[in-house]
């Protein structure tokens, strides 16, 4: 397809979002990485306000990955929410409820869904076939230990996503764990693998400590049970035991906040441990560039984007395995990964891989940029 046949192609990216307040890592970063590194592509997004005062409904022009992007919210949401009716009712149905109240203001285009309920949501409502993304590993989401909805009812995420299978105008699936279940369903399948952003983390400079500076540890994730943030922090307690001053970071928010606050004292880690919140992507780039280490604690993951802007940060990576299923890590070379999630196991890895090459720990990177990753998925999403 020529670039002028492409030039007023547009894409709706329909995800409950707020592009104007992204979370680290995930989806948001996805996202914001296809709208920034896409040619030829008018983008609009249909997602949610985490602000009171943004109203729903309405289309308003916004700054985006620095493009000008449409954009309607169509719920209120505060992803990080635990208290009150509100927070009772899943996401994806107040994200769904607002959908179809606000369903005659959706514009005519190409749908990308990242939720498989929203993309048969979409289907449903005749909006043509979706391009349906699919991040996370399914045997983890629909485990004991996911905080997902859908670990109740299973069987409703399985009969969704057979749904989906056959309405999506293509597939793209963010992890290798669910590929062959799902080639069954579709042998068009696009298997793809997550990307870091070039001009954010190429470009921040690795600070340098003095010897006599605390081991500095970060840590990036939504504070869930997914990401176990609690074993980061007894991860620091094995550290320190192991006679290592430790000061951990740890960016993001989520709905266990307030517990990991009231665990710090109890665990002795007030001065230990920094909850700095959701930051910035660029934020983020300077705070893992002022770390030694990056540490993933995650139950299981699709393709983490945290690991490889680590990587293009010169920062290495202790994780455990569900941390890392694509296998990214080498020992010596650019991090560990940790089969066990004992928190000695990953302590001693941490001292192992405190100062690894940057060089090397970028070079295990260099292929994944957004730069040339993203345009390579459109073209494959195309065929």
Not at 59 to 70: L, N
Not at 138 to 167: H, K, M, Q
Not at 333 to 338: D, I, L, P, Q
Not at 362 to 378: C, E, G
Request: proline letters at 4%.
């Amino acid at each position: 397809m020529s670039k002028a046949e492409t030039h007023f192609r547009r894409v709706v990216i329909v995800e409950h979002f707020d592009p104007e307040n992204l979370t680290p890592g995930g989806i948001d970063s996805i996202i914001h990485d296809i709208v920034k590194y896409s040619d030829g592509i008018q983008f609009a997004v249909v997602g949610i306000a985490t602000s009171k005062s943004k109203q729903l409904g309405k289309w308003t022009e916004i700054d985006f990955a620095g493009r000008r992007i449409s954009y309607l919210p169509v719920a209120q949401l505060d992803r990080f929410r635990t208290g009150g009716l509100r927070s009772r009712l899943p996401h994806s149905l107040q994200f769904a409820l607002g959908l179809l109240l606000f369903r005659r203001r959706l514009p005519l285009g190409e749908y990308h869904a990242h939720r498989i309920e929203t993309g048969l949501l979409l289907a449903m409502m005749l909006l043509g076939k979706p391009v349906q993304f699919i991040h996370n590993d399914s045997a983890g989401l629909l485990s004991n230990e996911s905080d997902s909805v859908w670990r109740r009812i299973p069987f409703a995420y399985r009969t969704i996503e057979r749904a989906v299978a056959r309405v999506a105008k293509r597939i793209v699936l963010f992890n290798v764990s669910d590929s062959e279940r799902l080639r069954e369903q579709r042998q068009d399948l696009i298997v793809s693998r997550t990307w870091f952003d070039t001009d954010i983390f190429l470009a921040t400079t690795k600070s340098l400590k003095s010897k006599d500076e605390d081991l500095r540890v970060c840590w990036v994730g939504r504070l869930d049970h997914q990401k176990d943030p609690f074993l980061a922090l007894q991860v620091v307690q094995s550290l320190k035991a192991l006679g290592r001053r430790t000061r951990l970071v740890m960016i993001g928010d989520g709905a266990l906040r307030e517990m990991i606050q009231e665990a710090l004292p109890r665990l002795d880690l007030i001065n230990n441990v920094e909850l700095a919140g959701a930051l910035p992507r660029a934020e983020v780039a300077r705070r893992m560039a002022n770390s030694d280490v990056l540490l993933m604690t995650s139950r299981y993951e699709g393709s983490p984007v945290v690991l490889l802007e680590a990587g293009a940060s010169g920062l290495p990576v202790v994780a455990t395995s569900g941390s890392d299923p694509d296998s990214a890590l080498q020992r010596g070379t650019n991090g560990e990964r940790v089969t066990s999630r004992d928190a000695s196991e990953l302590a001693e890895a941490i001292l192992r891989s405190e100062g690894l090459s940057s060089d090397l720990c970028r070079k295990s990177v260099v292929d994944r940029s957004a730069k040339s990753s993203v345009p390579t998925l459109i073209e494959a999403i195309e065929q």
